[in-house]
């Protein structure tokens, strides 16, 4: 199995963590490995064969201490305790205090954001899409990590659409701006697209990762939509699987 294993740049005894890639599951296509292969779809919404997905889930399952607390993602900014979670609720990011609790999102573009306290007091998850980074899912997961009593945290950007693939219009860059001029700096005209950018969802939540006095940041070097043999793409592919990034307190 392929799985990614974050780099926070320093070590972190108390945090496990893991990110999943495409290929190494059952799933067949359009939520296959791409290369004639089965692929690690995790997304029970997304219209596979619930037991391929249950199938693909209990492979990662193997590596983790406890079943993950799955959230029902919608593109918001709710934070929940991954330790009171119950069934799949509505949220987009979860965080722990407790050893052996696991956090969990899922992606295929969007950003998945990784956070331990370099302490070992909580981690947490977060999914960062656009609307979600720009709403404040980033600064809500980091308050309520603080509040849970972690200190220095380390933040780990998994894999997302690059700055290369992520056209979008000025609805978008204005979102950012609104908030905070520098953010311009992560759009970049397209020459003969008037109104359209490439955005950069990388930079953005540096951008907004600093503003909330996080800055030891690593990853941040894949692109979803490019690699099409280690990554599913909404974007790319439209019908498509699912990856996770997930993370615990050991």
């Known amino acids: 199995m392929e799985l990614i294993l974050p780099q926070w740049g320093t070590s972190l005894p108390h945090t496990g963590a893991l990110a999943t890639t495409r290929p190494c599951g059952i799933s067949t296509a359009p939520y296959d490995d791409g290369q004639g292969g089965g692929g690690l779809n ?6 596979d064969v619930l037991a391929h997905v249950e199938h693909n ?32 609720p509505e949220a987009d990011a979860s965080y722990t205090t407790q ?15 990784l956070f331990a306290d370099a302490g070992g007091r909580a981690v947490g998850a977060a999914h960062a899409g656009w609307r979600g980074l720009a709403a404040g899912v980033l600064d809500n997961t980091v308050a309520q990590m603080r509040a ?13 659409i690059g700055p290369q693939q ?5 609805d978008v860059l ?10 311009e700096q992560a759009f970049q005209p397209i020459a003969d697209k008037p ?10 939540a540096r951008q907004r990762l600093a503003r909330l006095g996080v800055h030891k940041v690593t990853g941040g070097n894949a692109c979803t939509v490019s690699d099409a043999q ?18 615990w307190l050991r």
């Open 166 to 170: 992520f056209e979008v219009g000025a």
């Open 195 to 204: 109104g359209k950018y490439l955005a950069d969802i990388y930079q953005l």
């Open 42 to 47: 995790l997304g029970l919404h997304v219209g």
């Open 230 to 247: 280690r990554f599913y793409s909404y974007r790319r592919d439209g019908v498509t699987g699912r990856m996770a990034a997930l993370i």
């Open 99 to 113: 050893a052996g609790v696991v956090c969990a999102i899922m992606t295929a573009d969007c950003l998945p954001v």
């Open 148 to 160: 849970a009593g972690a200190e220095t945290l380390h933040a780990w950007l998994g894999p997302a």
């Open 57 to 88: 889930r209990a492979q990662i399952r193997r590596q983790l201490p406890a079943e993950p607390a799955w959230l029902t993602q919608v593109h918001g900014t709710t934070v929940v305790d991954a330790a009171q979670v119950s069934g799949a």
């Open 174 to 183: 204005q979102a950012f701006v609104a908030q905070d001029a520098a953010a």
